[in-house]
């Protein structure tokens, strides 16, 4: 299992906050929403984000529309993925 840092995300709409988050990535890697879920859901890999220099635990959250991915740090659930610049 791989401990693997997410850098960067894209979205559809970018600038909306309540639209989905469509891809995700990092050095030399790109995946989709669904791919990040499923290797997690497989416990295949665990993925990151460092933000502000906190790090912060990426899950699956079983919502009403479906699963998403959150980001837990500092003791409390955030949208850190949000924060983090568009992947070319």
């Given at each position: 299992?791989?401990d ?11 600038q ?12 030399n ?8 879920i ?16 906190n ?5 699956v ?13 500092d003791g409390q ?12």
């Amino acid at each position: 299992m791989a401990d693997v840092q997410v850098t960067c995300i894209n979205k559809q709409p970018r600038q909306n906050a309540y639209e989905g988050i469509t891809h995700l990535g990092g050095h030399n890697w790109k995946w989709t929403r669904a791919e990040v879920i499923a290797s997690i859901q497989n416990k295949a890999n665990t993925f990151y984000t460092l933000v502000g220099g906190n790090r912060g635990n990426i899950a699956v959250i079983d919502g009403p529309t479906g699963p998403y991915l959150r980001t837990y740090a500092d003791g409390q659930w955030n949208d850190n993925l949000l924060s983090l610049a568009e992947c070319s």
